[in-house]
C-alpha cells in the first residue's frame, strides 16, 4: 500500500520528511502526444469536443446505465480517474489521486464497480474499486485483481458480469517486439486461463454482446494489426479485418458490428464491420479518432482526438508534474517537450536543443529560458545542420558543454562536443572531428573538468578532459560499450551506464580500482548526480510497460521510467514517473544558490 504525506505518495518506501528541506527539479523528456482529447460522436452529428483541458485525456469508458462517462486524465500531473455526467456535460469529478497510473477503467454490468490498470504494486496489474462518483476518491481501497510480476492490459467484462477479459505478457515475457496474449479469469481475479496462443502481440480485448466471442487485436499473421475473433473458450481464432489496414482497439456497437481504430495517413479514424468481416464502412469520416468507447443502448461512440490547435508543443508538459518528497529534500519533477536538457547557476534557466521546424528536418539550436520555458533566448546554432543533444551546463561557472551531430551513429561518423559561455558566446568545438564519435559530455561545477564517451581508440571508452579540450585522460575502458557518464560535483566519481549502471571512483582525476556495479537492471541508462552528489537520477526499464505497446502513439521505448536513488547504493530505487509513455533523459538542478 502507499503512504500519503501531505498529498505526497510513497509507494512502499516510508519516506517522511521534517522540517524544511531543500527544494529542486528534475526534468525529463517526455515523448508524450499533445492535445489528445475526448470527442462524441452521434448519428446525424459533427464530432464534438467534450473534454478542454491542456492536458492528455483519453480512454473512456460508459457506464451502463449511460449517465456517466469515466476517463483518463493527466490535468493532475499523472493519469488519473474521472467521471464526466453526461446529464450535465462539463461537470466532473476526480476518482483516483497520487503519482500512480489509473488508467484503462471498464465497467461490469451492474455498474457498482469499476476496473481499471493500476501500478502501485510495482507492475501493471487490473485492480477493482466501487464507482462512487459522487463520494470521495477511492482509488487507495482498490483491490488487485491480477498480482502478477508481469504486466496485465485493458480489462474488459463479460455481459454476464462473471468473467474479465484482459491481455497480459505473462507467459511470454518482456520481449521487443512487445508480444501479449488474451486472458480470461472470474470476476475475484481467480480461474485465470489463457484464451489465445498466437506468438506476437495480441491486445484490447472486448466481448460480443452474447459474451460467445472475444475481440482484440494481433499481429500474428505478420506486421500489421488486424482484429481478430476468437470464441471465448479460446477456439477457432480468425481475423475479420483485411491485411492492408491497420486495426486497433475495437468495440462493439448495438447492432453486433464491431467498430475500431483504423490508421488513415498520419492519423485514425473509426469504422466498423459485421461480425463475420463483411461490410467494412467508416463511422467517422475525416476526424482523426481512435481508441472507441461505445454506449451501448444508443450507439454512441467517444472516440480520442486532437484538442489543440497544430505547432510545436509547449515546453512544459501539461499533463506530467509531480512533487516527490526524498528523505532529504523535495523534488518538483517535470516533462518537458525538450531535446535533452541542462540546469544553469541557480536552477534559473535550462538548456535544451530545439527543433527548428519539423524534427525530421533535424536542424536545432540550444536555447536557454526560465524554468517554465519562457524568456527563450538562443545561445547557440551549429554552423551546418545538425543535432543538439547531451547537454551539460556548469552551475558555478558559466559554461555549457553539448553534443553535435546524428544520435544513435556509427562509431565512425562525425559526432562532437562543443562549448559555449551562457551568454552564447565563445563557442568552441573541442573534437573537431578529429576523433570519430564524441558524445554525452557531462561539466563539474566549476567548469574545468568534463567527462565524455568517444570512440577514439576503436570502442566505446570514458574520457575526461580540461573544459577547454586539454589534457584528455582515458578512465574507463575495455570490450563493450560504456556510454552516458555523468560526474560528481566533487570530481571524484563518475557513474555511467552499459545499460547497467557503474561506479568509476576517480583521484587526481586517475582511476582509483575497479568500476563497481551499482543499478544491476539491464537497461538503465542515462544517469545524473544530484546538485549534491549524494543522489543519481536515472531511466529504467525495471518497470516495464503500464499498458499495451501498441497503443502508446508510436513511442518506441514505452517502458522507459525515471528513477532516483541515492550514491550509496541499497534497497529499491524510487520511481518517480507512472504512464505508459516513453519518459527519458533527466537532468537536476537546484531552485536555489546553494
Keep these: 500500500m ?16 521534517g522540517g524544511d528541506v531543500p527544494r529542486e527539479r528534475i526534468y525529463y523528456t517526455t515523448r508524450r502526444p499533445e492535445g489528445w482529447q475526448l470527442h462524441l460522436l452521434e448519428a446525424g452529428s459533427a464530432p464534438k469536443q467534450i473534454t478542454n483541458d491542456p492536458a492528455l485525456s483519453y480512454d473512456a469508458a460508459f457506464s451502463p446505465d449511460a449517465h456517466w ?60 474499486m466501487a464507482f462512487r462518483p459522487d463520494g470521495s476518491l477511492t482509488g487507495d481501497d482498490a483491490v488487485n485483481l491480477t498480482r502478477d510480476p508481469a504486466s496485465d492490459f485493458r480489462p474488459a467484462v463479460s455481459p454476464d458480469g462473471m468473467r474479465i477479459a484482459f491481455s497480459s505478457d505473462r507467459d511470454v515475457g518482456r520481449v521487443y517486439p512487445f508480444k501479449a496474449e488474451i486472458y480470461v479469469m472470474n ?82 479514424e473509426i469504422r466498423s464491420l459485421a461480425e463475420d468481416g463483411s461490410g467494412l464502412r467508416s463511422e467517422s469520416g475525416l476526424q482523426d479518432c481512435r481508441a472507441p468507447a ?13 484538442g489543440r490547435p497544430g505547432g510545436p508543443p509547449p515546453f512544459l508538459s501539461p499533463s506530467a508534474h509531480v512533487e516527490v518528497r526524498l528523505p532529504d529534500r523535495t523534488l518538483e519533477v517535470r516533462g518537458i517537450h525538450g ?41 547557440f546554432r551549429p554552423p551546418q545542420r545538425a543535432a543538439i543533444w547531451g547537454i551539460s551546463w556548469a552551475t558555478r561557472a558559466d559554461l555549457l558543454a553539448f553534443t553535435v551531430g546524428p544520435t544513435f551513429a556509427a562509431d565512425d561518423a562525425v559526432v562532437d562536443i562543443w562549448t559555449v559561455r551562457g551568454d552564447g558566446t565563445g ?16 561539466i563539474t561545477p566549476d567548469g574545468r573538468e568534463i567527462v565524455f564517451r568517444s570512440t577514439r581508440d576503436g570502442n566505446r571508452d570514458l574520457y575526461l578532459m580540461r573544459s577547454d579540450g586539454t589534457d584528455v585522460q582515458r578512465i574507463v575502458s575495455g570490450p563493450g560499450t560504456h556510454t552516458m557518464p555523468s560526474i ?52 529504467s526499464r525495471r518497470a516495464w510497460l503500464n499498458d499495451e505497446g501498441p497503443l502508446s502513439n508510436g513511442n518506441s521505448q514505452p517502458y522507459g521510467e525515471i528513477f532516483v536513488a541515492p550514491v550509496s547504493g541499497g534497497g529499491e530505487p524510487i520511481r518517480l514517473t507512472h504512464d505508459r509513455w516513453e519518459d527519458s533523459v533527466p537532468c537536476w538542478g537546484s531552485t536555489s544558490r546553494r
Aim: glycine residues 12%.
Design 69 to 128: 462517462l469515466v476517463f483518463c486524465s493527466e490535468r493532475s500531473g499523472s493519469p488519473q480517474l474521472y467521471a464526466m455526467d453526461l446529464a450535465r456535460r462539463g461537470s466532473t469529478r476526480q476518482l483516483t489521486a497520487g503519482p500512480y497510473q489509473h488508467a484503462a477503467p471498464a465497467f461490469p454490468p451492474d455498474g457498482k464497480d469499476l476496473l481499471f490498470v493500476g501500478d502501485r504494486d510495482g507492475s501493471a496489474d487490473v485492480f477493482r
Design 187 to 268: 470476476r475475484d481475479g481467480s480461474g485465470v486461463r489463457r484464451v489465445t496462443s498466437l506468438e506476437g502481440m495480441s491486445g484490447s480485448p472486448v466481448w460480443s454482446s452474447d459474451g460467445r466471442r472475444i475481440y482484440f487485436y494481433s499481429d500474428h499473421d505478420g506486421g500489421t494489426f488486424r482484429i481478430w475473433a476468437v470464441d471465448a473458450d479460446g477456439h477457432n481464432p480468425h481475423a475479420l479485418t483485411p491485411k492492408d489496414l491497420t486495426a486497433l482497439s475495437p468495440a462493439v456497437l448495438p447492432n453486433g458490428r464491431i467498430a475500431f481504430a483504423a490508421r488513415r495517413g498520419d492519423g485514425f
Design 294 to 306: 461505445v454506449e451501448r443502448s444508443t450507439g454512441r461512440i467517444v472516440c480520442v482526438g486532437p
Design 339 to 379: 531535446f535533452f536538457c541542462g540546469f544553469g547557476p541557480d536552477g534559473r534557466e535550462v538548456a535544451t536543443g530545439r527543433w527548428l521546424g519539423s524534427e525530421e528536418e533535424a536542424d536545432m539550436h540550444l536555447v536557454a529560458s526560465r524554468p517554465d520555458g519562457s524568456a527563450e533566448r538562443e545561445l
Design 2 to 17: 502507499a503512504l500519503i504525506v501531505g498529498m505526497t505518495w510513497f509507494g512502499g518506501t516510508n519516506l517522511l520528511v
Design 488 to 539: 560528481s560535483p566533487s570530481a571524484d566519481l563518475v557513474v555511467f551506464s552499459t545499460f547497467q549502471l557503474w561506479l568509476q571512483r576517480l583521484k587526481g582525476r586517475r582511476p582509483e580500482g575497479a568500476a563497481l556495479l551499482y543499478q544491476e537492471f539491464f537497461p538503465s541508462v542515462h544517469p545524473r548526480f544530484s546538485p549534491d552528489g549524494k543522489w543519481i537520477a536515472f531511466v
Design 427 to 442: 563557442a568552441r568545438n573541442l573534437t573537431a572531428g578529429k576523433y570519430r564519435n564524441n558524445a554525452f559530455p557531462d
